[in-house]
């Protein structure tokens, strides 16, 4: 079981989600131990905003998995690096975003969760020639969520990604997406091993019925303390 931490403030945990082999990179996660410190959806909202973490989790059961998440301006059904870290975090078998039921399993060094590419937000998936080009794109304008790939070892099934939400919010650009991930892995019908953002590394694996499995390395990297 993992250190829980308590007091008598907000304690957020911060995670890095997918990390690299060795511990570096990885998406930042803000995860809100007891959610209700923030009860209501516009006060979990500017904290979100305050964090200004891609996501942010509330846990509003830790032993049933109940979760809601934000990004700083929207709230989400479903969002992977945030189920993934928050699987990692309370040890349990099962977290339930408002999508539906996610299924966890651990496997050495990584963590998995199950979830369906039609839970995963609309992403713009932009394919490029060569990982080269992906690292060359600068920052597009806002307006469309852009998932850009292309092929480093397609035998292989590795790919360069960078993500692009669009949204306004002060994210430019997301180091790691598994919502994205999962709509490519579904979109290619193929398991995937994605080094996205600075050296993100995100596994995926397509199962029976249409479920995708999403996998990679989870580790806290901090406890913040904020006053209620």
């Not at 690299?20 to 410190?37: C, M």
């Not at 809601?68 to 709230?75: E, F, L, N, Q, S």
């Not at 999962?182 to 590394?201: D, K, W």
Request: net charge negative; proline share 7%; aromatic share 8%.
């Amino acid at each position: 079981m993992h250190t829980t931490v308590t007091s008598s403030a907000t304690d957020i945990d911060v995670l890095r989600v997918f990390c690299a082999g060795d511990g570096r990179y990885g998406n930042a996660l803000g995860v809100v131990r007891d959610g209700r410190a923030h009860p209501d959806e516009a006060s979990r909202q500017a904290l979100a905003k305050e964090l200004g973490f891609s996501e942010t989790v509330f846990v509003d059961d830790p032993e049933r998995g109940n979760v809601d998440i934000y990004t700083p301006g929207v709230r989400l059904p479903f969002a992977g690096h945030p189920l993934v870290g928050a699987a990692w975090l309370l040890d349990v078998e099962v977290v339930r975003p408002p999508a539906g039921e996610v299924w966890v399993r651990g496997d050495g060094e990584f963590t998995w969760i199950e979830a369906r590419a039609e839970w995963a937000p609309p992403r713009t998936l932009r394919r490029y020639a060569s990982a080269e080009e992906v690292d060359a794109l600068s920052v597009p304008e806002p307006g469309v969520w852009v998932y850009a790939w292309a092929w480093e070892d397609e035998a292989a099934g590795r790919i360069r990604a960078r993500g692009f939400p669009g949204r306004g919010d002060g994210i430019d650009e997301d180091e790691a997406t598994g919502a994205a991930a999962l709509l490519l892995t579904a979109e290619l019908g193929r398991a995937l091993n994605i080094t996205q953002g600075r050296g993100s590394q995100i596994l995926t694996a397509p199962g029976p019925g249409g479920v995708i499995e999403l996998g990679g390395r989870v580790r806290l990297e901090r406890t913040l303390t904020l006053p209620r």
